[in-house]
């Protein structure tokens, strides 16, 4: 809300320097973002919190401020001068629901010459960014601005029957408002009607047909209290937000309507002439009185860790427009005032004396937690993977969760978890897979030419259960593609393939007590045939891995190999941490032997060495593949490995007869699969 | 004594070129070819294995190269130098011509070894590059230079926003915090509800929210864990909660649709409002540095009071004023309060006995103004350009 600094000066004397009245009027509360110099006033913009809607006028700023300044507040007095008939005579107010309108006041003002307003009007209200309309109009949006009660003028010969009611809108009900939009009603506007239909949807705009005009002669002057929700819901529904409606939604204030409309009236007859019938309207089935509040002052001193002076805080909820009364040595009874619709109970009137004796000279203690002992385990082994990760020379990203729902639901077969009010299209589903945005995160990089690329993500994935609740799995995506390293003069480029990904995953799983990790060649619908893998755990799916599609390649428009892994942290992070145990290492010397072998193509390479783990030979201590090839002397739909084999007794040194007993037994327990020695 | 066939096949070849063919036990022709059968193809291995071990560099290649050969071809204690004196030299009359004809076999193909090593294996895998590096051998040739850059395997790195929560959270751990999760799809009743924020209050358009249906909305905050973990511990409750959240905005250079908080909650029988200034003014110099001022200004959250703002002096210009802190000297870090007697209600917790303090902030926005990222959409497009500097 922009607030004029001469306007404040009416009923505060302020004295300080605009800049200083900007931070001081932040201090306590009103959030001043800017102040800046119109003509010879300067205007602050004041940002009103939702819970403050008294301080959405000038009036109410200060009162915070004589409050801060230990200055007097300048009180509204309005002097009318009536004439004529009772303003009953000449129209009635009638509430039909008083669930929605608690309190409707009205004045008429005869003989009105609708036309410019004068210059000092309109310079106030350009200066705070209000657009002068006539002088009519902005004698009702002076007092919006000055005291915070919204008003609205109606052309009394427009209302029927000369006839104001306050009542739901019959479904239906045609309006069209002030800006020009014709408008359907529901059963849920509170509108005010005249003799036959409505003429304004209460509290929030009036309508077009008894708007004030250069013909209008007598102006029917309403103000009134609306009901907060129900106002917030006509607006709504309508999609509208007004000066009015932004009020009445916080809360108006129920006393304020009666000052607000003798002041308006009278500042009509000062701008367009014109006669104030004797005696208001006002309408008030149910004057509402609001509950004492017990305020303690330990509990001062519990909230705020010091206690405060009886005096201060009399001195500022007095200020603040509060009644106190002093009880005993407990506290006081405090009664809030009808602006104060926020203050409800006792930690209401303790954050005004915490803002008024300033945040800044409340004590401060630094409060560490009791000590505690338990681990934070989840934390540790996502440390430790992403550790590892970064090791291995992957970049953690955080990709959008929100995607479009068809490129989801090529990935995953399950129900997605969609968005009713979505921002656009390619954001209204949560995803159920994390690998298009892997997929996309990388085209993005090949797209500007940026080739070696190896991506992790730690994030999730959701889905309906089968009853429709949503469900967040945590997991963990990796993407590569390019080179497994830079070209330099010690090594030549390699292509990151598969089994660059089933190896970091060897490594990222390293740190977790796994009884046993599997790999099998799986299939997958987004990956390549013969390209995918998985691994396993007794059972449990620890990652899924391989290439994408051709087909899907080429839609991401990825130029070149790429390969993704998800892994499955629901299940990984329920495995625990490798326990550290030391197991002594043999003295004894250890023997590697190469085994040249011929081994038949169908018989992979976990075949083989299943049946050397089968074996369950102690000193068979360890044992990989270091060449395989083809051609030469070796027969076809066959291909030759070279095995190297170490050799290790925890008890003795091997003697070479030893090293050949072992050796056939090795050799014995392959041939079976076909495999033999190289002749 | 005789060996038996196994033991014979045990042993290596080294071993064996140190015996005569009486003590290997090889008595005839068909013996002497299957010994040398097991020589040659032993010889093979070993070129096979060179092949495919491979060198990084020519210089290596040779190496490699020259090591097999003098194994083999070295007239002191060379492979094929033993042969001749143990298995020729000394065999019986009847078998000396078929172990002559087999050695000079042997012979001919240890002759094409080098040749064999050098082109159809190692050395191909870089054929034309001149690179280091063995010291004995390129010393004297003047080609070691030290300068080269060292072999380095490219570190990752992670997020900068993961890096900043970690800095975060690492600094409430040292203060005894525990750290707590919660759910990102989430119902309305502890997004808003439970926190005093009712349908019916304008408060509620404050967080512009995405729904997933009347009840589900995504969490527009962390929030909603402090009830959940009330809820579940009880007090006294001290507990940071990072996450991810999700509001309907745009996306623009400060704003995404998803962002990550840092909600904060103590909650104990004697916490004050001098709790939480304190301790927000520790987290925050440990943070920014021992020299930043805060200051704490009145602010309305539904869920605290009195509700604050924390703000910083300016890190950039120390308080002079600035264009990141808008001349004002002073930056908006994060909002906080006391925990409102409602929400601990809510959360199952008795006001009077108890008093809380809280704090949210965003993470986002704390890694960009510490690493100096002036746009927040290049946190989330997965750019190896800005991830690496991380």
């Not at chain 1, 009611?165 to 408008?183: H, K, M, Q, S």
């Not at chain 1, 560490?368 to 338990?374: D, G, T």
């Not at chain 1, 598969?498 to 990956?527: N, R, V």
């Not at chain 1, 449990?540 to 087909?551: E, K, S």
Request: net charge negative; glycine share 8%.
């Amino acid at each position: 809300m922009k607030i004029s600094v001469n306007w404040l000066k009416e009923f505060v004397d302020v004295t300080s320097d605009p800049r200083q009245l900007k931070s001081d009027l932040t201090m306590i509360g009103l959030n001043t973002e800017s102040c800046a110099p119109v003509g010879d006033d300067w205007v602050l913009d004041v940002e009103v919190t939702t819970n403050r809607p008294d301080c959405l006028s000038h009036y109410g700023v200060a009162r915070e401020l004589a409050t801060l300044y230990r200055q007097p507040l300048q009180r509204v007095e309005v002097f009318l001068k009536e004439s004529g008939e009772p303003t009953s005579a000449a129209a009635t107010v009638e509430i039909a629901d008083p669930d929605l309108c608690a309190r409707y006041c009205g004045r008429i003002v005869q003989k009105v010459q609708v036309g410019p307003s004068p210059d000092w009007l309109v310079k106030r209200l350009e200066a705070i960014g209000q657009r002068s309309i006539n002088n009519v109009a902005d004698a009702t949006n002076y007092v919006l601005m000055e005291l915070g009660h919204p008003l609205h003028a109606f052309d009394l010969f427009r209302l029927r029957q000369h006839k104001i009611i306050v009542r739901r809108a019959n479904p239906g009900e045609p309006l069209r408002t002030l800006d020009g939009v014709d408008r359907t009603l529901t059963r849920d506007s509170l509108v005010i009607a005249d003799g036959e239909r409505p003429v304004a949807l209460a509290g929030v705009m009036g309508g077009e047909e008894s708007e004030i005009s250069s013909r209008t002669g007598s102006v029917l002057l309403e103000s009134a209290w609306f009901e907060p929700v129900s106002v917030r819901r006509t607006a709504k529904s309508q999609g509208m937000h007004t000066e009015a409606s932004h009020r009445f939604e916080r809360g108006a204030d129920l006393e304020m309507a009666p000052l607000a409309l003798d002041r308006a009236a009278d500042l009509i007859q000062k701008v367009a002439g014109g006669e104030i019938l004797r005696k208001m309207i006002d309408v008030y089935p149910r004057p509402e009185s609001r509950k004492d509040l017990l305020l303690r002052r330990s509990e001062i001193a519990r909230i705020l860790g010091t206690e405060v002076a009886w005096e201060e805080v009399e001195r500022i909820l007095c200020g603040l427009g509060f009644q106190t009364e002093r009880q005993g040595t407990e506290g006081w009874r405090v009664s809030p005032p009808s602006f104060r619709l926020d203050v409800s109970r006792e930690i209401d009137l303790i954050e005004e004396v915490a803002r008024h004796v300033g945040y800044d000279r409340l004590p401060a203690r630094v409060r560490p937690a009791p000590p505690r002992v338990e681990r934070d385990i989840t934390r540790e082994k996502i440390m430790a993977v992403s550790s590892l990760l970064v090791g291995l020379g992957y970049h953690e990203i955080i990709a959008p969760a929100m995607v479009d729902p068809a490129e989801n639901q090529r990935f995953a077969d399950c129900a997605p978890v969609m968005l009713a009010n979505p921002l656009s299209q390619d954001a209204s589903a949560m995803r159920s897979s994390a690998v298009p945005s892997m997929l996309r995160a990388i085209r993005w990089n090949l797209d500007r030419d940026l080739r070696d690329v190896k991506f992790c993500e730690f994030g999730k994935t959701y889905s309906l259960t089968t009853e429709g609740t949503p469900e967040e799995r945590r997991v963990l995506t990796l993407g590569a593609t390019g080179h497994r390293r830079p070209a330099s003069v010690h090594d030549s480029e390699k292509v990151v393939d598969f089994f660059d990904l089933k190896g970091d995953l060897g490594t990222m799983f390293a740190p977790f007590d796994l009884p046993k990790l599997d790999f099998e060649p799986s299939s997958c619908p987004y990956y390549e045939e013969g390209c995918c893998g998985r691994l396993t755990s007794q059972g449990i799916a620890l990652a899924v891995f391989g290439q994408p599609r051709q087909d899907l390649a080429r839609e991401y428009k990825l130029r070149q190999a790429v390969w993704v892994a998800e892994i499955d942290l629901e299940h990984l992070l329920n495995f625990s941490l490798r326990p550290r145990q030391f197991r002594p290492f043999s003295k004894f010397p250890a023997v590697e032997r190469d085994f040249s072998l011929v081994v038949p193509d169908g018989v992979p390479y976990a075949r083989l060495a299943a049946a050397v783990a089968g074996l369950d030979l102690e000193e068979i201590r360890r044992h990989r593949p270091v060449d395989r090839f083809r051609g030469g002397a070796i027969a076809a739909q066959h291909h030759g490995l070279l095995l190297r084999v170490t050799f290790q007794s925890q008890t003795h040194t091997l003697t070479s007869e030893e090293v050949g007993g072992l050796s056939q037994r090795l050799l014995a327990v392959l041939e079976p699969l076909g495999v033999r020695l190289r002749g | 004594m005789r060996p038996s066939r196994t033991q014979t096949l045990a042993m290596t070849i080294d071993e064996k070129v140190r015996k005569t063919l009486a003590e290997l036990g090889v008595t005839d022709a068909a013996g002497v070819e299957a010994l040398f059968g097991e020589v040659r193809a032993a010889m093979e291995q070993e070129r096979s294995s060179l092949v495919s071990h491979g060198a990084s560099s020519e210089a290596e290649r040779d190496r490699l190269s020259k090591s097999l050969r003098d194994r083999w071809l070295a007239r002191q204690n060379g492979l094929l130098a033993n042969i001749d004196e143990r298995w020729l030299k000394t065999s019986p009359k009847e078998l000396k011509p078929s172990v002559g004809k087999s050695f000079n076999g042997l012979r001919q193909a240890a002759a094409a070894l080098e040749m064999d090593a050098l082109v159809k294996g190692v050395g191909l895998k870089i054929p034309t590059k001149v690179a280091a590096v063995d010291a004995a051998e390129i010393r004297g040739a003047g080609l070691r230079d030290l300068t080269l850059p060292g072999y380095c395997r490219p570190l990752g790195s992670l997020h900068p926003v993961t890096q900043m929560q970690r800095e975060i959270e690492q600094i409430f751990l040292n203060l005894g915090f525990r750290i707590e999760d919660g759910p990102e799809i989430e119902s309305v009743y502890y997004n808003f509800d439970a926190l005093n924020i009712p349908e019916s209050h304008p408060s509620r358009d404050d967080w512009d929210t995405l729904y997933i249906n009347a009840q589900t909305v995504l969490r527009t905050h962390t929030s909603p864990v402090q009830i959940r973990a009330m809820e579940k511990y009880g007090a006294p409750l001290y507990i940071i909660i990072p996450g991810k959240c999700y509001r309907h905005d745009n996306p623009d250079a400060s704003h995404t649709p998803m962002f990550h908080q840092i909600e904060g909650l103590a909650i104990d029988s004697d916490i004050t409002f001098a709790d939480l200034k304190g301790t927000l003014d520790f987290f925050a110099k440990k943070l920014f540095g021992e020299k930043i001022h805060t200051r704490f200004q009145p602010s309305f959250f539904p869920f605290t009071e009195p509700s604050g703002e924390v703000a910083i002096s300016c890190i950039f210009c120390g308080g002079e004023g600035c264009r990141v802190c808008k001349e004002s000297g002073w930056i908006e870090v994060m909002g906080c309060g006391m925990v409102h007697p409602q929400v601990l209600h809510n959360g199952g917790i008795d006001p009077e006995k108890y008093s809380g303090w809280a704090f949210g902030l965003g993470v986002d926005r704390y890694a960009m103004m510490k690493y100096d990222i002036n746009d927040i959409q290049l946190l989330f497009q997965s750019d190896v350009r800005f991830l690496e500097q991380f």
